[in-house]
């Protein structure tokens, strides 16, 4: 069976961390595929919104440790394996669409990453978020702190790196870590992704790439004036006028 499970139904793509029995622990492997998926959905114009989670009671426990001794043993290991986690997450961050983690049970490590690399992140009282690389004596990647000071800012992002220690979803509703705390998260997740996915896709593409250049201080207004123009211009623009002119619901066709 695949370690990434893929499902797609309503314009909705789930993506599943396929590793129950190792806490969705995930591979070098997985890195890998994680960036390859996310790379293709942003071609993908029947995906409108995609939701990351894990199989059974876990999100991720985190990169798989169990295999540092062969894929990240030196220097040179090291930073390809860096490079994958990268890539992975800003897969994630970079695709067009909505993306929500959904959380449950433990979001560690890597994972954290992967979580913090989506849009929104929706947790359930059982999720225990924690970044433990002091105890490993790793750097958190430049990507991943990133995401990280954004997210919660510089003071709460020194406590969780320094003390490695776990918190509860409750703190991270309180930090901002998480956007929302639910008795379901898949159904909460859903619920924003439908939402969503009745939206005009290349407005959401614009506010996406605009935002995520601002938040890391490189936006390049050239590229951000032609996704303006393009959306403009198109077609779903004319159906929104239309639809609003006719009072019913627009159905946007990304073009």
Known sequence: MSDILVEKSGGIATVTLNR???????????????????????????????LLMGAASDFSAGADISEFETVRGGVEESTRYEVAVDAAGDAIYEV????????????????????MSCDFRVAEESAIFGIPAARLSIVYGVSATRKLFS????SEAKRIL?????????DALATGFIDELAPDAHAAALERANAMAANAPLTIRGAKFILNGCARGDLDRVEAERLIDKASSSHDYAEGRKAFGEKRQPRFLGR
């Open 20 to 50: 129950p029995t190792q806490r969705n622990a995930v591979t070098y492997s997985m890195w890998c595929e994680l960036a390859e998926l996310f790379r293709h959905f942003d071609g993908d114009t029947n995906i409108r919104a995609i």
């Open 96 to 115: 067009s669409k909505p993306t929500i983690a959904v959380v449950r049970g433990y979001c560690l490590g890597g994972a954290a990453h992967l979580a």
């Open 151 to 154: 997210l919660v800012g510089v």
């Open 162 to 170: 320094y003390s490695a220690s776990r918190f509860t979803a409750r």
